[in-house]
């Protein structure tokens, strides 16, 4: 799947990683880059069309799925982290909200994107995971449940979709160097290095990129006697 020429569209492209994601796709040479965003007045990107988007709102995913017509690569980006402990009857509201964003969000956009991906040719769909999706770590095992339904959505879209030609690639990494593990200490990616990698990989056909070290350590962990999940 060439990113040259694809018509991209990015989930919550306006920071972080997504922002990344839209600054590599003009750079592979993409024809058009949506950059969606609940905020459009936060897109600061020169190159890529505005588009207000929040996932978490079926009417406006439907009204982007009208209006963006031409779509041949959907990246489903946006997401967050509220984690707190288990134990915590407000962790539930937290949990709720990470499900909302991180599962049913990307769930809504690839349903209302599937016809516009079909009609283009199939094309494909790239999904913003974690090394969270396989481990849980203290105080934020509400946001792995969501990284682990995402991982589930996204295996799901991969079978449902293959038969009209659409590719699903998920992409699982550890820290990255944005505002959501501001807090974190220790070595953390970069979002440019990451979203390369993941449109390369894209581009390589790959139904999964493992963009840093952990994910990869984590991912390898999955088969041994003392898995990364185990804790
Ligand atoms: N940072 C990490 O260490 C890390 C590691 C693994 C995976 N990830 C994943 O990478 C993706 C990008 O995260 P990030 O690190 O770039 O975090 P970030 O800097 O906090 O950015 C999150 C983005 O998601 C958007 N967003 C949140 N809720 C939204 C909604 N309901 N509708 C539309 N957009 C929404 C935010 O928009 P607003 O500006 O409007 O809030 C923002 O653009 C997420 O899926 C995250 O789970 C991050």
Redesign the pocket.
Known sequence: MSLSNAVVLI????????RAFAEAALAAGAAKVYA????TA?IDLPGVVPLR????DPAQVAAAAAECRDVTVLIN?????RGGSLLAPETLTAARAELE??FF?PWLLARAFAPVLAANGGGAVLN?????SWASLPGSATYSAS?AAAWALSNGLRQELRAQGTQVTSLH????D????RGVAGP?AS?ADVARQALQGLAAGDFEVLADDISRQVKQSLSTARPAYAG
């Open positions: 989930t919550g492209a306006n920071r972080g990683l997504g969606a965003a609940r905020d936060s988007l929040d996932v978490t980006n946006a997401g967050i982290l964003t991180n969000g913003v995971l974690s090394a969270l990284k990494v550890g820290y990255m944005t505002d959501m593990v953390k979002p």
